[in-house]
């Protein structure tokens, strides 16, 4: 099992920044994979960004479309915790945050994940 523990989010004006953290702890191995989605109300999942590692000094970033250029994924494997620093904010960014775990390669697919967090919201106001 893997537990995830999302923090970071907020109420924010439009242009401002946040950065949210997921810490995962539990059965957590070297080779994994860690994302985040979003979904704002009446709306499906969506794809924000996710980060794999395999070892070494190598990592892969993925970006949805809506937030490339803004958004800044990052990990710090010693702590198990991802980061995803968000900049020049919309309104349309308004939306629960999920943190997402793999076992392996992850990236635009929400069914490449094991386990999700709880979610944090995240509000833009105009």
């Known amino acids: 099992q893997v537990q995830l523990v999302e923090s970071g989010g907020g109420l924010v004006q439009a242009g401002g920044s946040l950065r949210l953290s997921c810490a995962a702890s539990?059965?957590?191995?070297?080779?994994?994979?860690m994302g985040w989605f979003r979904q704002a109300p009446g709306k499906e999942r969506e794809f924000v960004s996710a980060?794999?590692?395999?070892?070494?000094?190598?990592?892969?970033?993925y970006y949805g479309d809506s937030v490339k250029g803004r958004f800044t994924i990052s990990r710090d494997n010693a702590k198990n915790t991802v980061y995803l620093l968000m900049n020049s904010l919309k309104p349309e960014d308004t939306a629960i945050y999920y943190c997402?775990?793999?076992?392996?390669?992850?990236?635009?697919?929400?069914?490449?994940?094991?386990?999700w967090g709880q979610g944090t919201q995240v509000t833009v106001s105009s």
């Open positions: 997402a775990f793999g076992y392996n390669r992850g990236t635009y697919s929400s069914t490449e994940y094991d386990y």
């Open positions: 980060i794999n590692w395999s070892g070494g000094s190598t990592y892969y970033k």
């Open positions: 539990g059965r957590t191995f070297r080779t994994y994979a």
